[in-house]
């Protein structure tokens, strides 16, 4: 049987912390930023944790379930 490869695109956007919950960025910060409130700009550049709805689903691309 061949090895469990993990998701390339995933292992690029999520990484773990050390209580082990799973760590993402915002999207919509990349362009067309000047209708964007400088209040949402410095929000959407913060990090934050993936809703536990699909943390099942990042585990498996991740391979960690």
């Known amino acids: 049987m ?3 490869k993990t ?3 995933a292992k690029k ?3 773990l912390t050390g ?3 799973i760590k993402r960025k915002h999207a919509f910060k ?3 930023l000047t209708k964007k ?3 949402r700009k410095l929000a ?3 990090d934050t944790v ?3 709805s699909d943390e099942d689903n990042v585990k498996t691309m991740l391979r960690l379930k």
């Open 7 to 9: 998701k390339s695109s």
């Open 50 to 52: 993936v809703h536990k």
């Open 37 to 39: 409130s400088k209040k």
């Open 19 to 21: 209580t082990g919950k």
């Open 30 to 32: 990349s362009h067309i």
């Open 13 to 15: 956007r999520f990484k």
């Open 2 to 4: 061949p090895k469990m």
């Open 44 to 46: 959407l550049t913060h």
